[in-house]
């Protein structure tokens, strides 16, 4: 409570005197006179409890029945304190532990340019990890969203390993992650009229390259921005705003 | 302390089983309480009743034996007495030096030779005791807790515990033989 640590008495030495600990434990008579002195206050400190201390415990047990059950029936796991301490410093040797092994797993698929590419590209100009495989114009001009149609896809094509080409990472968010920019602009309604109906979005995918399936040369825009849904906004003005009728 | 019960009695109150709650109720709330009110008198009341909600709250959690048992409801009275004196007090003088006065402290000190199977003249003279010993002395006597738990109470060794404890009953030890032997006054 006060939050002093050092005590003076610990590395005192106990002065010889009487056995306390075994008469507090039962185990050695009050013999001397100091001896019985103490142990009829101790008798009187550890008496039952008095009218006084017991009063209302009828009602406060009630009330605190009351309150059990109306707690929930795990509200908490209560151990021994050294457990406790032990659970503690377990969790910050496990967190630690954790962020260890991800923080080295990054830098790993950093150094060897696994990271989808708009990360590896990130790692490159931070750390000096190895650019995506194909982005050097990219990385040059720094920024994500290149204009379609630029041939400088095309030579890199080839050199474009399984490991490394973005568009052979399954779990990369956009199913063109070169160009990650374009993929928001076609959910949003106002990036719409970027991709007008009947044109070709991404001559930057040449049959040749595309290893995507889903997405086929004549078929490369139209999971994202349907022709005819590009002129759909998801809250078209004017009655349409309402969309919930039912609320007045 | 409830001896061989004590798993069933936590288990009935753990269900809440009123008579098993009781009996946890009536053995640990005297020295709860004659603990609390040694360090201060003021606050004991209200921190002994946020320490049964607390205790009530998360009774179903508790795995372990009777001398765990006590020694974390006196720590969670601790705690509990801590944050009532932070947030009453708000003055200079710290918990410790404001535990209050019931008044048999300040009576005859011969009253506490001749009645000293009285409990609360019992607590007027460890009261008087310094803080730690007094602290000390009351988690090994009155809340029955072995050195290791007294410890861990109160954030200090199981050596430096026992010495506070071993210089309170000296201490005590001495100043009730100096009253016994005052003029008038029959040990």
Known sequence: MTGRHVDPTETAADEPGPDWDAMLDGLHLPETEDEMT??????????????????????????????????????????????????????????????????????????????????????????????????????????????????????????????????????????????????????????????????????????????????????????????????????????????????? | MIGDRFDDVLAGATRGDEPAFAELYRDLHPPLLRYLRALSWEQAEDAASETWLELTRSLSGFVGAEPSFRAWVFTIARRKLIDRVRYEARRPSSAWDDRGDPGPATRDVADDVVELDSTYRALALVRALPRDQAEAVLLRVVGGLDYADVAQVMGRTTGAVRVLVHRGLRRLASELGDRAEAPGVTP
């Open chain 1, 38 to 248: 103490v142990a009829h206050l101790v008798a009187a400190l550890q008496a039952p409890g008095t009218p006084d201390e017991l009063r209302g415990a009828e009602s406060a047990v009630a009330a605190l029945v009351a309150a059990r059950s109306a707690a929930p029936a795990d509200s908490g796991v209560v151990v021994p304190l050294a457990s406790r301490r032990t659970r503690r410093t377990g969790l910050v040797v496990g967190s630690a532990l954790v962020l260890t092994i991800a923080f080295a797993g990054t830098a790993a698929a950093a150094a060897t340019g696994s990271l989808p590419a708009p990360v590896q590209r990130m790692a490159a100009s931070l750390f000096g990890a190895p650019a995506p495989a194909g982005d050097t114009q990219v990385q040059s001009t720094g920024g994500p969203a290149r204009p379609s149609g630029q041939p400088s896809d095309g030579p890199a094509a080839p050199q474009t390993t399984p490991g490394s080409q973005p568009g052979a990472t399954p779990p990369a968010p956009s199913p063109h992650p070169s160009t990650p920019a374009s993929v928001p602009s076609a959910t949003s309604p106002g990036a719409a009229p970027s991709t007008p109906p009947g044109q070709s979005v991404r001559p930057s995918t040449p049959p040749g390259q595309t290893k995507r399936p889903t997405t086929g040369p004549g078929q490369s825009n139209r999971p994202t921005t349907p022709p005819g849904q590009t002129n759909r906004p998801t809250s078209p003005p004017g009655p349409a705003g309402k969309p919930h009728p039912t609320h007045s």
